[in-house]
C-alpha cells in the first residue's frame, strides 16, 4: 500500500488514517507491541532469546495448517506457538543437562516445526504468495475481529504476566537464591515458555513469523541498556516498541518496500545507536545458573 | 531403480556431503551452546543469497561471502569469539527483515522471468534441483569443511569443554573460536542449497542432540552424530522418492524422530536403573 507522501505530517497521517485498514493496522501494531516489549523483557532477561525465536517459527507451520485445512489462521498460530512451548518445557530435562541439552532440543523443535510448515505449503497448492505473507508479515489485512481476539489474549497474557512478576524477576536474576526461598522455579519457567509462546503467536500475526523477533528482543534489550532498574527498563521497552511500530508503520505506507523490513531496520537502529552511545552490550548481568 | 535417476544421484552426492558436515559440526556445536549462532547464520544465508540474486549475480557467490563475514563479525563482538545471544538476536532479527527486502527488490525489479518463488526456493531448498557439476562442488566443500574439523578436533574439543584450562595450556582459544564459527558459516551456506536456509538447524542440532544424548564420550559422538545426520539424508531422499512429500520435509522427520528415539532410549534406561536423588 502506498500514498502520496507530502510533508506535511498531520495530513499525512489523517490520509492514512482514512483507512480502515491502516487504523486496524495501527491498533493491532501497538497491542503487539506492548505485548511483545513486556513479555520480551523477561526473555532477554532469561537469555531465552532462542526459545522465543523457535516459538515465534512455529506459528508458519499453524498457520500453513490453518489455512490448508480451511480453519481461522489466528486459531492455528495459537494451538501451534502453545504447544511447542509445552515440548520445549517438557523435553528439557531441568537444567541438569545445562544449556546445551536445551539449546539441542529447541532447535530440533524448530526446524521440525518449518518443515512441517513447509509439508503443509505443499499439500496446499497454489499457496506461494501467501508463504511470503506467513513468513513476512501483512500489517494490511487485519481484520477488526482480529483486532478484539489479539486484545482479548494480550489481557490475559499481560495479567498472568502481572501475577507471576515479582517471583518471575526473582528467580531469572538468581534461580538458585530463588529456589531456595521457595519460589516454584519450574512452574515458573513453564509458565513464562507459555506466555512466550502466546506473545510470538500474536505477533507473528503482524510481522510474520520470522520477524517477530525484531519486536520481541530488540526493544527490550535497548531497554535493558539504558537502565538497569526493572520498573524504568519496562517501561522504555514498551514507549520503544510502540514507537518503532508506529514509526515503520508510517514509512512503511509510503514506502514500496515491505514493512517488516521498518520494523526491523528501526528497533536494530535504536539498538545499535544506544549500544554505540553506552558502549555496552549488555547492563542486566544475571548470576550464572544451571 | 531410485539411483539410476540421474537427479536422485545428485541428491544422494550432495545430500551426503552436506549432511557429513553437518553433523560434525552440530556435535561441536551443540557442546559450545552454539545452536542459536547457527540458526543466526542460516538466517544470514537466506539474505546472502537474496542479496546476491537482486544484484545479478549468482546465488552461492553471495552466500559463502556474507554467511562466513557475519559469522566472523559476531565473533568480534562476543568473549573468546562466543557471541551473546542478545547481540545475535539483534544481529539476525534486522539481517532478516534485509532479506525481506531484497527479496521484494528482486521479485519486483527482474519479474516475468517466474523466479516468484526465489525467496520459497532459498528458504526451504532445492536437494532435487541439484546439478550435477553443482552436487560435486558442494560434496567438494563439503568435505574440505569435515577435512579441516578433523584436524582442529582435538584442541577445539579441549577449549570447549575447559576454556580456561585449554588457554592455559597454551591452545589458541579466540584463534579456534573464530575458525569454528567461519566453518559454521560455511557448512550453513552449504546446506542452504541442499535443505533450504530454514532447515539447516535439523541437521545440525538433531543429530547431534542425539549423539550426545546416547554417549558422553566425544570421539564416538562425533562420529554417531555424522552417522546419524547422513542416515537421515538418505532415508528422507527415499521416502521422498517412494511417497510425494517435499525431501526438505522428509529429511527434517527422520532426524527429528531419531533425536525422539533418544530421548525415549535415556528415560526407559534412566527407569530401569536406580533413581538418583
Given at each position: 500500500?502506498?500514498?502520496?507522501?507530502?510533508?506535511?505530517?498531520?495530513?499525512?497521517?489523517?490520509?492514512?488514517?482514512?483507512?480502515?485498514?491502516?487504523?486496524?493496522?495501527?491498533?493491532?501494531?501497538?497491542?503487539?507491541?506492548?505485548?511483545?516489549?513486556?513479555?520480551?523483557?523477561?526473555?532477554?532477561?532469561?537469555?531465552?532469546?532462542?526459545?522465543?525465536?523457535?516459538?515465534?517459527?512455529?506459528?508458519?507451520?499453524?498457520?500453513?495448517?490453518?489455512?490448508?485445512?480451511?480453519?481461522?489462521?489466528?486459531?492455528?498460530?495459537?494451538?501451534?506457538?502453545?504447544?511447542?512451548?509445552?515440548?520445549?518445557?517438557?523435553?528439557?530435562?531441568?537444567?541438569?543437562?545445562?544449556?546445551?541439552?536445551?539449546?539441542?532440543?529447541?532447535?530440533?523443535?524448530?526446524?521440525?516445526?518449518?518443515?512441517?510448515?513447509?509439508?503443509?505449503?505443499?499439500?496446499?497448492?497454489?499457496?506461494?504468495?501467501?508463504?511470503?505473507?506467513?513468513?513476512?508479515?501483512?500489517?494490511?489485512?487485519?481484520?477488526?475481529?482480529?483486532?478484539?481476539?489479539?486484545?482479548?489474549?494480550?489481557?490475559?497474557?499481560?495479567?498472568?504476566?502481572?501475577?507471576?512478576?515479582?517471583?518471575?524477576?526473582?528467580?531469572?536474576?538468581?534461580?538458585?537464591?530463588?529456589?531456595?526461598?521457595?519460589?516454584?522455579?519450574?512452574?515458573?519457567?513453564?509458565?513464562?515458555?507459555?506466555?512466550?509462546?502466546?506473545?510470538?503467536?500474536?505477533?507473528?500475526?503482524?510481522?510474520?513469523?520470522?520477524?517477530?523477533?525484531?519486536?520481541?528482543?530488540?526493544?527490550?534489550?535497548?531497554?535493558?541498556?539504558?537502565?538497569?532498574?526493572?520498573?524504568?527498563?519496562?517501561?522504555?521497552?514498551?514507549?520503544?516498541?510502540?514507537?518503532?511500530?508506529?514509526?515503520?508503520?508510517?514509512?512503511?505506507?509510503?514506502?514500496?518496500?515491505?514493512?517488516?523490513?521498518?520494523?526491523?531496520?528501526?528497533?536494530?537502529?535504536?539498538?545499535?545507536?544506544?549500544?554505540?552511545?553506552?558502549?555496552?552490550?549488555?547492563?542486566?548481568?544475571?548470576?550464572?545458573?544451571? | 531403480?531410485?539411483?539410476?535417476?540421474?537427479?536422485?544421484?545428485?541428491?544422494?552426492?550432495?545430500?551426503?556431503?552436506?549432511?557429513?558436515?553437518?553433523?560434525?559440526?552440530?556435535?561441536?556445536?551443540?557442546?559450545?551452546?552454539?545452536?542459536?549462532t547457527a540458526d543466526a547464520l542460516s538466517h544470514v544465508a537466506f539474505t546472502g543469497a537474496l542479496a546476491a540474486l537482486a544484484a545479478?549475480?549468482?546465488?552461492?557467490?553471495?552466500?559463502?561471502?556474507?554467511?562466513?563475514?557475519?559469522?566472523?563479525?559476531?565473533?568480534?563482538?562476543?568473549?573468546?569469539?562466543?557471541?551473546?545471544?542478545?547481540?545475535?538476536?539483534?544481529?539476525?532479527?534486522?539481517?532478516?527483515?534485509?532479506?525481506?527486502?531484497?527479496?521484494?527488490?528482486?521479485?519486483?525489479?527482474?519479474?516475468?522471468?517466474?523466479?516468484?518463488?526465489?525467496?520459497?526456493?532459498?528458504?526451504?531448498?532445492?536437494?532435487?534441483?541439484?546439478?550435477?557439476?553443482?552436487?560435486?562442488?558442494?560434496?567438494?566443500?563439503?568435505?574440505?569443511?569435515?577435512?579441516?574439523?578433523?584436524?582442529?578436533?582435538?584442541?577445539?574439543?579441549?577449549?570447549?569443554?575447559?576454556?580456561?584450562?585449554?588457554?592455559?595450556?597454551?591452545?589458541?582459544?579466540?584463534?579456534?573460536?573464530?575458525?569454528?564459527?567461519?566453518?559454521?558459516?560455511?557448512?550453513?551456506?552449504?546446506?542452504?542449497?541442499?535443505?533450504?536456509?530454514?532447515?539447516?538447524?535439523?541437521?545440525?542440532?538433531?543429530?547431534?542432540?542425539?549423539?550426545?544424548?546416547?554417549?558422553?564420550?566425544?570421539?564416538?559422538?562425533?562420529?554417531?552424530?555424522?552417522?546419524?545426520?547422513?542416515?537421515?539424508?538418505?532415508?528422507?531422499?527415499?521416502?521422498?522418492?517412494?511417497?510425494?512429500?517435499?525431501?526438505?520435509?522428509?529429511?527434517?522427520?527422520?532426524?527429528?524422530?531419531?533425536?525422539?528415539?533418544?530421548?525415549?532410549?535415556?528415560?526407559?534406561?534412566?527407569?530401569?536403573?536406580?533413581?538418583?536423588?
Amino acid at each position: 500500500m502506498t500514498g502520496t507522501f507530502t510533508w506535511n505530517l498531520l495530513a499525512d497521517i489523517r490520509d492514512m488514517w482514512a483507512y480502515d485498514a491502516m487504523v486496524n493496522a495501527f491498533r493491532a501494531g501497538t497491542i503487539v507491541a506492548v505485548l511483545a516489549a513486556l513479555v520480551g523483557w523477561f526473555m532477554v532477561l532469561r537469555r531465552q532469546s532462542f526459545a522465543g525465536h523457535t516459538l515465534a517459527l512455529v506459528g508458519f507451520p499453524g498457520a500453513a495448517g490453518a489455512v490448508w485445512l480451511g480453519l481461522s489462521v489466528t486459531l492455528g498460530y495459537f494451538t501451534f506457538c502453545l504447544a511447542a512451548a509445552l515440548v520445549i518445557a517438557v523435553l528439557r530435562t531441568g537444567g541438569r543437562r545445562g544449556y546445551s541439552e536445551e539449546s539441542a532440543v529447541i532447535g530440533t523443535v524448530q526446524a521440525f516445526a518449518l518443515a512441517t510448515g513447509m509439508l503443509f505449503v505443499s499439500l496446499y497448492k497454489g499457496f506461494l504468495n501467501g508463504t511470503t505473507e506467513l513468513l513476512f508479515g501483512a500489517f494490511t489485512g487485519i481484520t477488526a475481529d482480529q483486532v478484539t481476539v489479539l486484545a482479548g489474549v494480550a489481557v490475559v497474557v499481560l495479567a498472568v504476566l502481572a501475577v507471576i512478576g515479582r517471583p518471575l524477576l526473582f528467580a531469572s536474576v538468581d534461580t538458585d537464591v530463588a529456589r531456595a526461598h521457595g519460589v516454584p522455579s519450574r512452574v515458573l519457567d513453564t509458565v513464562f515458555l507459555l506466555l512466550l509462546g502466546a506473545a510470538a503467536a500474536e505477533a507473528s500475526q503482524i510481522t510474520g513469523a520470522l520477524l517477530v523477533f525484531a519486536l520481541l528482543v530488540l526493544p527490550p534489550a535497548t531497554a535493558q541498556l539504558v537502565t538497569a532498574r526493572p520498573g524504568r527498563s519496562l517501561a522504555v521497552s514498551v514507549g520503544l516498541a510502540v514507537l518503532v511500530v508506529w514509526v515503520a508503520l508510517f514509512v512503511g505506507y509510503y514506502s514500496p518496500y515491505p514493512i517488516g523490513f521498518w520494523v526491523t531496520t528501526t528497533a536494530f537502529g535504536a539498538y545499535a545507536l544506544t549500544s554505540v552511545l553506552t558502549g555496552r552490550t549488555r547492563s542486566i548481568p544475571r548470576r550464572a545458573a544451571a | 531403480m531410485m539411483l539410476a535417476q540421474p537427479f536422485m544421484q545428485h541428491a544422494f552426492l550432495g545430500g551426503t556431503a552436506v549432511a557429513l558436515a553437518a553433523g560434525l559440526v552440530g556435535y561441536f556445536l551443540v557442546l559450545r551452546a552454539q545452536v542459536f549462532t547457527a540458526d543466526a547464520l542460516s538466517h544470514v544465508a537466506f539474505t546472502g543469497a537474496l542479496a546476491a540474486l537482486a544484484a545479478g549475480l549468482d546465488a552461492r557467490l553471495g552466500l559463502f561471502a556474507i554467511t562466513v563475514l557475519v559469522a566472523l563479525g559476531m565473533g568480534t563482538l562476543g568473549r573468546q569469539a562466543r557471541p551473546d545471544d542478545v547481540v545475535i538476536g539483534g544481529v539476525f532479527a534486522w539481517v532478516l527483515g534485509l532479506g525481506v527486502f531484497f527479496l521484494r527488490l528482486y521479485t519486483s525489479t527482474r519479474s516475468g522471468t517466474g523466479n516468484g518463488s526465489a525467496g520459497v526456493s532459498v528458504l526451504f531448498g532445492s536437494i532435487l534441483g541439484l546439478s550435477a557439476s553443482r552436487a560435486l562442488t558442494t560434496a567438494l566443500i563439503a568435505l574440505l569443511v569435515c577435512a579441516v574439523l578433523v584436524v582442529i578436533a582435538r584442541p577445539l574439543l579441549f577449549a570447549s569443554v575447559d576454556e580456561n584450562v585449554a588457554a592455559a595450556r597454551g591452545v589458541p582459544v579466540r584463534l579456534l573460536g573464530f575458525g569454528f564459527l567461519a566453518l559454521v558459516g560455511t557448512t550453513a551456506a552449504e546446506a542452504t542449497q541442499v535443505v533450504g536456509a530454514l532447515l539447516i538447524l535439523g541437521l545440525l542440532a538433531a543429530p547431534a542432540g542425539a549423539a550426545s544424548r546416547l554417549t558422553t564420550r566425544p570421539l564416538p559422538a562425533l562420529g554417531l552424530s555424522a552417522a546419524i545426520a547422513v542416515a537421515s539424508v538418505w532415508l528422507g531422499l527415499t521416502a521422498s522418492y517412494l511417497v510425494a512429500v517435499p525431501p526438505s520435509f522428509a529429511i527434517l522427520a527422520v532426524a527429528t524422530l531419531c533425536y525422539l528415539g533418544t530421548v525415549a532410549v535415556q528415560r526407559l534406561r534412566r527407569g530401569s536403573a536406580v533413581q538418583p536423588a
